[in-house]
């Protein structure tokens, strides 16, 4: 064992700050299971070479999700000035997407500790980190809460890296951090390799959930449907139409969601940027894979750049017939109402219905909006941003939605 003044030496030689030292030394005291239980709530016997925990304002986990797999050297050299080359060695499989590709590998030029690094990092299969990671992070299509990598620093023996992080803060807008490195030959360095990743990835906060939002919702989730508005009518009103197909959910999964909604955090989920905020002012009486008539939503949200907030209730068709036919076997019907102007404007309506797609894993979602007029003064793009809207929200469901119905609903 080190004399412990000249351990604090060469970290600060590898550029490691006061505050730092300290809070290495601290983890050094809590680690494993102190770091560990806030985010997986499994112990495990590896030992930890390197850590930080940290967290990052302002930036939902989605958006880091979505970074892994679309990383370029723009992106990081703005982050962080540290970093000073950046290129894929082998590309994503699926990089539009939430959470990362196994497999994928690039090579990086970056400057921390005593010098430039050539750093070689290869993504691991997400199956290697089963019981350090909670374990819900295999009942969807993809891990959401961790990435795991493979680390070659200057061709030395590769070391792992597991980054876990969750929302936070009060309105969970926050992702806190987690960083472990086990298997390293030579600690220090994985330490300094750890403080750059840290500092790289608090970087990205000015402008990574505008890239989520633009290049990931808007670039490519509003692609996969199509909206249609109509005229308006005798009564002053608007339909709108949204056809869109989702794929890696089940029927059941979206009859289920309406009365599990729940709360804010879960509303988040749902939409990370254009989501508020959520809570029931009558909740359902029951629930179960059928929305309940008479049960009050108050949701906060973004349509476009106007924030809203509505009350949806649950609405019965055999009392007020909806807009559309019913065709589809699953249906939420609701009338939707401004909550500030509930007794001043008409009220409006939703209507989803859906039905297995033809390839069997996934929905066909038909969703049709009625609402007055009379929003257009308040937002001149309304019905557009409504229709955008609703191809950004609904396509988030398969990241999501299966883990919480087999979680709670089959107890998997």
């Known amino acids: 064992?080190?004399?412990?003044?000249?351990?604090?030496?060469?970290?600060?030689?590898?550029?490691?700050?006061?505050?730092?030292?300290?809070?290495?030394?601290?983890?050094?005291?809590?680690?494993?299971?102190?770091?560990?239980?806030?985010?997986?709530?499994?112990a495990h016997a590896q030992s930890i070479n390197a850590s930080a925990q940290f967290v990052v304002k302002g930036v939902r986990p989605e958006a880091f999700s979505w970074f892994w797999d679309?990383?370029?050297?723009?992106?990081?050299?703005?982050?962080?000035?540290?970093?000073?080359?950046?290129?894929?060695?082998?590309?994503?499989?699926?990089?539009?997407?939430?959470?990362?590709?196994?497999?994928?590998?690039?090579?990086?030029?970056a400057a921390f500790g005593l010098g430039v690094h050539t750093v070689d990092v290869s993504y691991l299969d997400p199956d290697t980190m089963r019981g350090r990671?909670?374990?819900?992070?295999?009942?969807?299509?993809?891990?959401?809460?961790?990435?795991?990598?493979?680390?070659?620093?200057?061709?030395?023996?590769?070391?792992?890296?597991?980054?876990?992080?969750?929302?936070?803060?009060?309105?969970?807008?926050?992702?806190?951090?987690?960083?472990?490195?086990?298997?390293?030959?030579?600690?220090?360095?994985?330490?300094?390799?750890?403080?750059?990743?840290?500092?790289?990835?608090?970087?990205?906060?000015?402008?990574?959930?505008?890239?989520?939002?633009?290049?990931?919702?808007?670039a490519v989730l509003k692609k996969r449907g199509y909206y249609n508005v109509g005229q308006v009518d005798k009564k002053l009103n608007v339909k709108l139409t949204i056809v869109q197909e989702i794929k890696g959910i089940e029927p059941q999964m979206l009859a289920w969601w309406w009365d599990h909604i729940g709360n804010t955090a879960r509303y988040r989920l749902w939409q990370p940027v254009d989501h508020v905020s959520f809570e029931w002012t009558i909740p359902p009486n029951s629930p179960d894979l059928m929305?309940?008539?008479?049960?009050?939503?108050?949701?906060?949200?973004?349509?476009?750049?106007?924030?809203?907030?509505?009350?949806?209730?649950?609405?019965?068709?055999?009392?007020?017939?909806?807009?559309?036919?019913?065709?589809?076997?699953?249906?939420?019907?609701a009338s939707t109402n401004l909550t500030l102007l509930a007794s001043i404007l008409p009220n409006n309506s939703l209507t989803h219905q859906w039905r297995p797609n033809a390839t069997g894993d996934g929905v066909v979602l038909t969703s049709t909006f009625v609402n007055t007029a009379l929003a257009l003064v308040i937002n001149p793009?309304?019905?557009?941003?409504?229709?955008?809207?609703?191809?950004?929200?609904?396509?988030?469901?398969p990241y999501f939605l299966p883990r919480l119905y087999k979680r709670e609903y089959l107890n998997q």
């Open 1 to 42: 064992m080190p004399h412990p003044h000249r351990l604090f030496r060469s970290l600060r030689l590898l550029g490691v700050s006061a505050p730092s030292l300290l809070a290495i030394g601290a983890a050094a005291l809590l680690q494993p299971a102190c770091l560990i239980a806030g985010m997986t709530g499994t």
């Open 70 to 109: 679309n990383a370029d050297q723009a992106m990081l050299t703005a982050a962080n000035s540290e970093n000073k080359s950046f290129c894929w060695l082998q590309a994503p499989s699926s990089p539009q997407h939430l959470g990362y590709s196994a497999g994928a590998s690039y090579r990086a030029l």
């Open 133 to 218: 990671v909670a374990s819900d992070n295999y009942l969807g299509i993809k891990p959401y809460s961790f990435l795991a990598q493979s680390v070659s620093v200057d061709g030395r023996p590769p070391f792992t890296v597991l980054i876990q992080y969750n929302p936070v803060g009060s309105t969970f807008s926050d992702s806190q951090f987690v960083i472990q490195a086990t298997a390293a030959s030579d600690p220090l360095l994985a330490q300094a390799y750890v403080n750059h990743l840290r500092k790289t990835l608090t970087g990205l906060q000015p402008t990574l959930m505008d890239a989520l939002s633009e290049r990931y919702f808007n």
């Open 291 to 333: 929305y309940d008539i008479g049960a009050v939503q108050k949701a906060k949200e973004y349509i476009g750049k106007t924030a809203l907030t509505l009350n949806i209730t649950g609405a019965d068709p055999k009392v007020t017939p909806p807009p559309v036919p019913l065709t589809d076997p699953g249906y939420f019907y």
């Open 381 to 397: 793009t309304f019905f557009d941003d409504l229709g955008s809207h609703a191809l950004r929200e609904f396509q988030m469901l």
